[in-house]
């Protein structure tokens, strides 16, 4: 079992969700200035993570069915955000305070353990998208997300993955299509 199935199972068994709500389509469930320090689940649904430049935003992650997803900045330093957190569609999510997750975490060492796993798989996964985003084609870019994450091509609209990918999205259509 991977370990955010690990950890979902966990949180659950412990009884640790604290609430369970509904985002509709355009909802955010965090807005930039706000501190949120929530770990959630998104239940079903999508939802995005982005950020807005001077010229646009920019969507730097997503989180659907059986996901975990958080303004990490704020979780980690419960400070003000620079992330907008938005519902894509109707997403039902669950909620575990950063207190209850963080003491399960430190209540064994295969609780620790897990927890480093999870946050090394996603810093692995932040720095493959960085060097993709600065080292490659956007052909190559959408293949390796596409092999990486098939998912995201069913749940997400192609102007979102667009931005993901840091193309127009009459170039993703074009490369869809080549």
């Known amino acids: 079992m991977d370990p955010i199935s690990i950890l979902i199972e966990e949180i659950s068994n412990q009884r640790l969700w604290y609430k369970e709500f509904v985002l509709n389509r355009n909802d955010y469930l965090k807005t930039k200035g706000s501190i949120d320090t929530d770990f959630y689940l998104v239940v079903n649904g999508s939802l995005r993570i982005f950020i807005v430049d001077e010229f646009e935003e920019q969507t730097i992650r997503f989180g659907y069915k059986n996901n975990l997803i958080a303004a990490l900045d704020s979780f980690i330093h419960e400070r003000p955000s620079d992330f907008y957190i938005q519902a894509i569609k109707k997403t039902r999510l669950k909620a575990v305070k950063k207190t209850e997750l963080m003491s399960w975490v430190v209540s064994s060492p295969e609780n620790t353990g897990i927890w480093y796993t999870i946050l090394e798989n996603f810093i692995l ?54």
Do not use: G
Request: glycine share 0%; charged share 30%.
């Open 125 to 178: 996964q932040q720095m493959e998208r960085e060097r993709d985003i600065l080292t490659t084609s956007p052909s190559e870019r959408y293949n390796r997300v596409l092999k990486r994450s098939p998912q995201l091509f069913q749940e997400i609209p192609n102007k979102y993955i667009a931005s993901y990918l840091r193309m127009t999205p009459e170039t993703l259509s074009r490369i869809k299509k080549s």
